[in-house]
């Protein structure tokens, strides 16, 4: 019995869920990952040139508001930790961003690299950040570690707040960015270039988590959540992999967070408020939990909806108060009501549905072939 | 296998989805542009929009602006519209959140393909989509705020203020307070960004730098001023200036009477209507008797005053006979201002030309200040009358000031307002 253990691939496949067959073909898990991410690069360039501005924008939001759902879905969905405090991490990618631009632009530095160094940074501060509140999480369970979370997501706006001298209180800081590269011509719209930049950050973010989830990380992540005494016996240090969990979830939503910052060049504590990080929970609940595909739908609803409760309201003539009074509170009731009645008809989520309805029609198609 | 055709599913459907929603507002564009090229315009009508927190901490009083503005174009509209184009005008809600005003504008701009963005609301709020607006060029007209932010022609070409800025607006107020409470203690609570900062700013160059004993600030997403309100007991403040929205200064001076505190208050505009104020403090209304304020526009209950009489129509005609405060005044005057702007940049309208109009200048409307628009000055109003609080009314009392934002004197501004047209819809001038 070592920690090694954990590292042999299971000669038999357990009926666990998150669980994937292997097919004898480990060493090709990252070109096949890989593959995905350059045709849905592909697409998204494709796509990025098909719609309008506007659309571009949405895509590049869902793309940032993706990286932090996909962390989150990581931690929650395989490894069994919640967190209320995602929207605090990805304040601190934001935060850091900012102020790397800034500093930047005050030294009078200029060039598309730097907001490479500043998304870097971005992401080295919240892994700090997620070390600390890691480690706390680490020990606690349950509603404990729920309380600490959202501990975190209340206090870290607050200090925007506090410290207002470096963030400039509630008003916040702007985010100053580079126009896009000449070589793409002077009228290369803004908003494709956006999509351009979270699309990419974005993918790169996917097929590192995806990578993590296929390997012995990823199992020693599953069997943590799926029995901690079990996975004990069996060499795993729990603690050990329960901060890493948290570390990695840190790192790609302090890049949401950053990628959020660079698309709206500003940030604000408002942006990042407690009522975010809960609907980043809603969102990869409603999504599917514990499948990176599950986090994409919670990305487009956490996008599409105040957008399309605007539309609603808009359909009715209403008298103007109760227009306004919806407006602002319908996206909650709609996420509500859809969290509840997610759970009870479909406790997959939507990428549970769409792959019960996808095997089912996969079931189908070799035998009408044969 | 299963793995790679569940996630190819996944792909497939995703891309189907976004090319059909890209469909659908692809319809959209080409249908409402008809063929003009001017984003907005047709020629049966004008699109502009605005963003304002119809919720949230400061939606008190403010959510009632739009919905005036956009009565006073529905009563232009019905009367044949400018230039035979009807003004469409679309209010987003942005809950007072920097982050929700970037998305609403950005849905403005880029969906509704709006002609200009119009008295978009909120210091903290509008700083955020400046840069968003000038690289999209759209015409950033008549911000609700008086942050000194809009008045930066060379930076901002496109942006134009409405409300006095805060800085002479608090040169005003102080000067008040020099002339009738000369020796005693002075203390200030601001809002924590432009807003505060500009009328603290204001409040000293006329005080002094030592003339504020205690200057305390508050965040809108902090419903708790008791800590600022018990310093302000504490140093024994005589004079309290405030520089807040209308909901926190209905939550201070609640707290000070609680806390058993009664200064003479001093209200910044934006914060000093007295029907919200009343509103918000319900039985406790008494509380504001003798409160200090500063006004522009028609005060609300002058029955008397051609302005009030006409905008009580349109309210009753077009908005519902929404209860009439300070706000609606507001918004309406926005709206003739904007009017008169649209008359002055012709028929064949263009965004250049709307801002040359604007630079040009000579409007004249409801307000008592005089608007002092060029193409070195962007800022609104330039400056105040006074308003005291006494037997449950707000009325004004002595002469309108005028002053700039540096350190000129606080003057008297005697040119008597003007009448509204006949039919309340402005002529080309």
């Known amino acids: 019995m070592s920690a090694t253990r954990a590292a042999v691939p299971p000669k038999q496949r357990s009926a666990g869920v998150g669980d994937r067959p292997v097919d004898g073909r480990r060493g090709s ?46 931690l929650t969905g395989l490894n069994g930790q919640l967190s209320l405090g995602h929207g605090a991490l990805m304040a601190v990618g934001a935060y850091t961003v900012a102020l790397c631009q800034t500093a930047f632009l005050d030294r009078g530095m200029t060039g598309g690299w730097l907001l490479a160094v500043s998304l870097v940074a971005a992401i080295v501060s919240t892994v700090a950040v997620g ?46 960015v580079e126009p896009p590269p000449m070589a793409l011509g002077a009228y290369f719209p803004y908003e494709r270039w956006q999509l351009w930049l979270s699309g990419a950050a974005t993918l790169l973010a996917l097929v590192l988590l995806a990578n993590l989830i296929r390997s012995r990380y990823g199992r020693t992540f599953r069997a943590v959540r799926d029995d901690e005494v079990a996975a004990r016996l069996a060499g795993i240090h729990v603690a050990r992999t329960q901060v890493l969990a948290f570390v990695v979830s840190a790192a790609t939503a302090g890049l949401g967070g950053a990628l959020l910052a660079v698309l709206a060049q500003s940030v604000s504590p408002g942006a990042f408020s407690l009522t975010l990080s809960l609907f980043l929970l809603m969102a990869v609940v409603i999504g599917g939990l514990g499948r990176l595909a599950g986090a994409l739908w ?57 792959s019960r309805l996808g095997r089912a029609l996969l079931a189908r198609w070799p035998a009408r072939r044969s | 296998m299963h793995r790679t055709a569940q996630r190819g599913l ?26 003009a090229s001017v984003p907005g315009v047709t020629d049966t ?78 210091t903290p709020t509008h700083t955020g989509v400046l840069d968003f607006l000038k690289t999209n060029r759209v015409p950033d007209l008549f911000v609700a705020s008086g942050s000194r932010s809009w008045d930066q022609p060379d930076k901002y070409p496109g942006t134009f ?40 700013v204001g409040v000293e160059k006329v005080l002094g730098a030592g003339g504020v004993a205690v200057k305390q600030t508050y965040v809108t997403s902090n419903t708790n001023v008791a800590p600022q309100i018990g310093a302000f007991k504490a140093a024994g403040c005589q004079v309290v200036v405030l520089a807040t929205v209308p909901g926190f200064t209905a939550l201070s001076v609640g707290t000070a009477a ?60 077009h908005n519902g006979d929404a209860p009439f405060d300070g706000n609606t005044v507001y918004g309406m005057s926005v709206g003739y201002l904007f009017v008169q702007v649209l008359l002055a940049a012709g028929k064949d309208l263009t965004r250049e030309k709307v801002l040359t109009a604007v630079q040009k200048g000579g409007f004249q409307g409801p307000g008592l200040a005089p608007l002092r628009f060029s193409d070195k000055d962007h800022s609104g109003y330039g400056g105040q009358r006074l308003t005291r609080v006494s037997g449950g009314a707000q009325t004004y009392f002595g002469p ?10 606080v003057t008297e501004f005697s040119t008597a307002p003007v009448a509204p047209p006949a039919n309340g819809v402005p002529t080309v001038s």
């Open chain 1, 29 to 74: 898990t990252l070109l096949r990952h890989l593959a995905v991410a350059l045709a849905v690069g592909l697409a998204l360039v494709a796509v990025s040139y098909a719609v309008e501005p506007f659309r571009n924008f949405q895509l590049a939001t869902v793309a940032a508001y993706l990286c932090a759902t996909a962390g989150l879905t990581v």
């Open chain 1, 131 to 176: 070390a600390v509140v890691g480690v706390a999480a680490a020990r606690l369970r349950g509603p404990y570690l729920a309380g600490v979370t959202l501990a975190v997501a209340v206090v870290v706006p607050a200090l925007a707040v506090t410290f207002d001298g470096v963030f400039n209180g509630e008003q916040g800081l702007s985010v100053p």
């Open chain 1, 298 to 354: 919670g990305a487009v609803l956490l996008v599409a909806l105040p957008d399309l409760t605007h539309s609603v309201t808009e359909l009715f003539t209403l008298s103007p108060a109760v227009a306004q009074r919806l407006e602002g509170n319908l996206p909650l009731a709609i996420f509500g009501i859809t969290l509840i009645v997610v759970m009870i008809a479909a406790p997959g989520g939507v990428q549970g549905v769409l």
């Open chain 2, 10 to 35: 996944a792909i497939a459907s995703t891309i189907a989805l976004l090319i059909a929603a890209a469909g659908c507002s692809g319809d959209d564009g080409g249908s409402s542009s008809g063929g």
């Open chain 2, 45 to 122: 009508e004008i699109v502009v929009g605005t963003h304002m927190p119809l919720t949230g901490p400061a939606s008190a009083g403010y959510s009632k602006i739009a919905p005036a503005t956009k009565a006073y174009f529905d009563y232009v509209n019905a009367n044949g519209g400018v230039h035979g184009r009807k003004i469409t005008y679309k209010i987003m809600d942005d809950g007072y959140n920097p982050a929700n005003t970037q998305q609403v504008v950005r849905q403005l701009v880029l969906q509704d393909k709006v002609f200009a963005v119009l008295n978009g609301l909120g």
């Open chain 2, 161 to 200: 203020g409405f409300n006095p800025d805060y800085t002479v607006e608090g040169k005003i107020l102080a000067n008040y307070v020099k002339a009738n409470h000369a020796g005693q203690k002075v203390c200030f609570l601001g809002q924590d960004d432009d807003f505060g900062r500009d009328s603290l």
């Open chain 2, 258 to 317: 609680r806390l058993g505190f009664k200064p003479q208050w001093l209200v910044s505009n934006v914060g000093g209507d007295h029907p919200t104020l009343a509103k918000q403090l319900g039985e406790a209304a008494p509380l504001l008797e003798g409160m200090v304020g500063a006004n522009y526009l028609p005060m609300q209950n002058d029955t008397a005053n051609p302005w009030i009489q006409l905008f009580t129509k349109i309210n009753k005609e």
């Open chain 2, 400 to 409: 309108t000031y005028e002053t700039d934002e540096e350190d000129g004197p």
